[in-house]
C-alpha cells in the first residue's frame, strides 16, 4: 500500500558526489521519520542519517560533514547529498520512513528497495 522509489545511485570517482532520492506514495496520512540506512557486502545494515517531521536530523559518525539528509514533506521525499565520498561508502543504500496512514493512529515502517553506490577510481 506503500511504495518508496529510490534514485540516484551509481558509480562515482573518490572525492565525487552524488544525491539520492527517496519519494514514498500510497496511504500516507504523514510521514514521522525518514532515514537512509547502507549495507556493505558481509557487513551488517547501519543508519547512516535520520530527519524527523521537525527538521532535526543526525547523523553517523563516518558520514558527519560529508552527507546531508533533507526532506519536502509536501512530496513525501527525502533526500541524502553526498559529497566527499570514500570507497568505505560503498554499499546498497535504503531508504527507510516511518508514517500514519489514513484512520490510523500507529507509525508504520516501510522500506525502499535499495540503491547501488560504488565508489571507486
Known amino acids: 500500500q506503500v511504495q518508496l522509489v529510490e534514485s540516484g545511485g551509481g558509480l562515482v570517482q573518490p572525492g565525487g558526489s552524488l544525491r539520492l532520492s527517496c519519494a514514498a506514495s500510497?496511504?500516507?496520512?504523514?510521514?514521522?521519520?525518514m532515514n537512509w540506512y547502507r549495507q556493505a557486502p558481509e557487513k551488517e545494515r547501519e543508519l547512516v542519517a535520520s530527519i524527523v517531521s521537525g527538521g532535526r536530523t543526525n547523523y553517523a559518525d563516518s558520514v558527519k560533514g560529508r552527507f546531508t539528509i533533507s526532506r519536502d514533506n509536501a512530496k513525501n521525499t527525502v533526500y541524502l547529498q553526498m559529497s566527499s565520498l570514500k570507497p568505505e561508502d560503498t554499499a546498497v543504500y535504503y531508504c527507510n520512513i516511518y508514517y500514519s496512514s489514513y484512520g490510523g493512529g500507529l507509525l508504520l515502517p516501510a522500506w525502499g528497495q535499495g540503491t547501488q553506490v560504488t565508489v571507486s577510481s
Open positions: 500510497g496511504r500516507i496520512f504523514s510521514v514521522n521519520a
